[in-house]
């Protein structure tokens, strides 16, 4: 049996004993205190610590639950972009060129796998640039002359080269995921 180590504050005395199956312990200020009994019990379906009139049930939290996957693409969701980030400029685009919340979900894997969503990541072995990770960076010159820093410009330029060349985000995403590039 465990137990998380809790402090059980008693208002009717001026010292503090934590509730542990093993352990006692007080904490009096400046004076001597009785020892107080802790006693631990499992119950089924629950652990229970008692000490005079007071008890503590062991709460069990759930772990949380992995992010659920796309039916269609099999990337994970994506969930809700914050208002203004790089991930809601991609959502309107995605949604203005026909994808749905499946290649939505599919462009926030890639491109999380590829820059982290970083519009400065810069890749030191191959020259790859920004979000979408442009070969060079200077390719997304076509798409606007801040491509360097206006994560709206990658953007449209790597969805443009996601079209041209995959399709689709889950197009790329597949390629990704089988080949390691895209």
Known sequence: MSFVLVAITDPTAAFAIT??????????????????????????????????????????????AAPAKSAKSGAPSAGT?????????????????GWGEGEYDCLVSLWKKESGWNVYAYNAGSGAYGIPQA??????????????DNPGTQIAWGLGYIGSRYQTPCGAWGHSQAKGWY
């Open 135 to 148: 070969l060079p960076g200077s390719k997304m010159a076509s798409a606007g002359a801040d491509w360097a």
């Open 19 to 64: 509730a542990d199956p093993v352990n006692q312990v007080t904490n009096a200020p400046a004076r001597e205190v009785d020892t107080q009994t802790v006693v631990a019990s499992e119950v089924p379906g629950a652990s229970v610590v008692k000490r005079d009139e007071f008890t503590v049930t062991k709460i069990v939290v759930a772990p949380p």
């Open 81 to 97: 972009p914050d208002p203004g980030s790089a991930k809601a400029i991609a959502h309107d685009m995605v949604f203005a060129r």
